[in-house]
T-cell receptor, first 118, second 113 residues
Framework: AQKITQTQPGMFVQEKEAVTLDCTYDTSDQSYGLFWYKQPSSGEMIFLIYQGSYDEQNATEGRYSLNFQKARKSANLVISASQLGDSAMYFCAMREYYTQSGNTPLVFGKGTRLSVIA | EAQVTQNPRYLITVTGKKLTVTCSQNMNHEYMSWYRQDPGLGLRQIYYSMNVEVTDKGDVPEGYKVSRKEKRNFPLILESPSPNQTSLYFC????????????FGPGTRLTVT
């Protein structure tokens, strides 16, 4: 079973509008972290925002906010006031902190390609 | 500047010719990983290391080897590359196995013909 599901392969948004990128996750652990990364066409992975499973407040970083709904196991990324430079692939990822092996990899979704239109 | 470096950034090689992709971090991190990224599949972990001389397999280890002789370096070795190893490779490091920090290198785009 997929641990991270991003159901939107591609999204379009008008410049200056807000957009929500969906992410649902699957874990039975209590302690985990949720991450969003941006990957522009140049290829590098740019960290955007982090939400810990015990954090009560939704994380915010500038124009990025994470809409964390723990009971629904959802961690949607909201980008406000979209800019042309936001056009990129966006990946949701999860890290489970207490595993049998001790390994705590980032497990990624398949990504959403966001295109911002002028 | 805190960073993870990878070399080379781009490599085109032929089937069977051994190659090494280097990864180095300057943050004294214990935990290091290699991921590969393929279209439609996201990133998948190849190998990881929790400290010097401690390495283990991730989700897709076949055809790869790693070593961790020093804390800062975590090279990825392809003893006999094949075309199905054509991919974008990322090295990542983290201060430990918990927390909100995972630093990625810039990526190595490998093509095996």
């Amino acid at each position: 079973a997929q641990k991270i599901t991003q159901t939107q392969p591609g999204m379009f948004v008008q410049e200056k509008e807000a957009v929500t990128l969906d992410c649902t996750y699957d874990t039975s652990d209590q302690s985990y972290g949720l991450f969003w990364y941006k990957q522009p066409s140049s290829g590098e992975m740019i960290f955007l925002i982090y939400q810990g499973s015990y954090d009560e407040q939704n994380a915010t970083e500038g124009r990025y906010s994470l809409n964390f709904q723990k009971a629904r196991k959802s961690a949607n990324l909201v980008i406000s006031a979209s800019q042309l430079g936001d056009s990129a692939m966006y990946f949701c990822a999860m890290r489970e902190y207490y595993t049998q092996s001790g390994n705590t990899p980032l497990v990624f979704g398949k990504g959403t390609r966001l295109s911002v239109i002028a | 500047e805190a960073q993870v470096t990878q070399n080379p950034r781009y490599l085109i090689t032929v089937t069977g010719k051994k190659l090494t992709v280097t990864c180095s971090q300057n943050m004294n991190h214990e935990y290091m990983s290699w991921y590969r990224q393929d279209p439609g599949l996201g990133l998948r972990q190849i190998y990881y290391s929790m400290n010097v001389e401690v390495t283990d397999k991730g989700d897709v280890p076949e055809g790869y080897k790693v070593s961790r002789k020093e804390k800062r370096n975590f090279p990825l070795i392809l003893e006999s590359p094949s075309p199905n190893q054509t991919s974008l490779y990322f090295c990542a490091s983290s201060p430990g196995t918990s927390g909100n920090e995972q630093y990625f290198g810039p990526g190595t785009r490998l093509t095996v013909t």
